[in-house]
Nanobody
């Protein structure tokens, strides 16, 4: 599975961005998908995840109420809508995929995208 993340950029605090991650897998709908981020000088951490059908979503406390993860299985794409962005959201954002939710959450998933940089100015 190849993952291609896009949509990052520079935005002012309070603004919005939508990240996209397109997967090459023909069985995309069987994968749990997630977004992670790594800020400068920090370890990579969990942001959000979504199950295969889109019925269940999971969020880090720091982004709850501001970020929304969704997926379109017909387009093999997962999205991360980011609203009310804060300077502390500045990071490289990675999408990841795995058929096992626990492996994904623990960052031991099999597939990772290349990352897209989000910079939030104050």
């Amino acid at each position: 599975v190849q993952l291609q993340a896009s949509g990052g950029g520079l935005v002012q605090a309070g603004g919005s961005l939508r990240l996209s991650c397109q997967a090459s897998a023909r069985t995309f709908s069987s994968y749990v998908m997630g977004w992670f981020r790594q800020a400068p000088g920090k370890e990579r951490g969990f942001v959000a995840a979504i199950n295969w059908s889109g019925d269940y979503t999971f969020y880090a406390d720091s982004v709850k109420g501001r970020f929304t993860i969704s997926r379109d299985n017909a387009k093999n794409t997962v999205y991360l809508q980011m609203n009310s962005l804060k300077p502390e959201d500045t990071a490289v954002y990675y999408c990841a995929a795995d058929k096992n939710r626990e492996l994904l959450f623990s960052q031991r998933g099999d597939y990772w995208g290349q990352g897209t940089l989000v910079t939030v100015s104050s």
